[in-house]
T-cell receptor, first 113, second 109 residues
Framework: DTAVSQTPKYLVTQMGNDKSIKCEQN?????MYWYKQDSKKFLKIMFS???????INETVPNRFSPKSPDKAHLNLHINSLELGDSAVYFC????????????FGEGSRLTVL | QKEVEQNSGPLSVPEGAIASLNCTYS??????FFWYRQYSGKSPELIMF????GDKEDGRFTAQLNKASQYVSLLIRDSQPSDSATYLC?????????FGTGTSLTVIP
């Protein structure tokens, strides 16, 4: 069983389209995250949810909208995709927002043409 | 200002040598620190975590934390070609995890 799973693994789309990435964790963790990793390998926090409540919303364009229907799921919807959105998006979870390690999903590579 | 800074490298060491990776952080409120290894095209995986000043050893890996100087390091003894990867340092401020830019390590057979 995969601890943190995200789908799809690859997305290739045109500028201006809308896309979604889904994430699920079966670890019973309270906190889930979305990170963006650029070509230089820098992992930047985008959002964090603790028990379905948004606790971190970094400076991210409002074209990005996270949704957490329950504490085991955190989805990411992106509107009006731009070239600069091309990156690998990682979902992660941790026991709480201030304890434990981060467990990462396999990543979703988004390419915007 | 970046919360966690790392030398991006690349760092090259011969097989069997000690690889030393360093990280500094700016937030004195950071409570715990983590080293992740990331192979190309894969997700980060935890190598070690450290909360207290001093050294923590796990097999060939030793993490060192010096809160007064605000630095964290990772030593890899008897480096193997399979250790070739990007190593990411992360801190937790009590609210979220911040990552450094990563250090690329190549172990030369």
């Amino acid at each position: 069983d995969t601890a943190v799973s995200q789908t799809p693994k690859y997305l290739v789309t045109q500028m201006g389209n809308d896309k979604s990435i889904k994430c699920e964790q079966n670890l019973g963790h309270d906190t889930m995250y979305w990170y963006k990793q650029d070509s230089k390998k820098f992992l930047k926090i985008m959002f964090s949810y603790n028990n379905k409540e948004l606790i971190i919303n970094e400076t991210v364009p409002n074209r990005f909208s996270p949704k957490s229907p329950d504490k085991a799921h955190l989805n990411l919807h992106i509107n009006s995709l731009e070239l600069g959105d091309s990156a690998v998006y990682f979902c992660a979870s941790s026991q709480t927002h201030n304890t434990g390690e981060l467990f990462f999903g396999e990543g979703s590579r988004l390419t915007v043409l | 200002q970046k919360e966690v800074e790392q030398n991006s490298g690349p760092l090259s060491v011969p097989e069997g040598a000690i690889a030393s990776l360093n990280c500094t952080y700016s937030d004195r409120g950071s409570q715990s620190f983590f080293w992740y290894r990331q192979y190309s095209g894969k997700s980060p995986e935890l190598i070690m975590f450290i909360y207290s000043n001093g050294d923590k050893e796990d097999g060939r890996f030793t993490a060192q934390l010096n809160k007064a100087s605000q630095y964290v390091s990772l030593l890899i003894r008897d480096s193997q070609p399979s250790d070739s990867a990007t190593y990411l340092c992360a801190g937790n401020t009590g609210n979220q995890f911040y990552f450094g830019t990563g250090t690329s390590l190549t172990v030369i057979p």
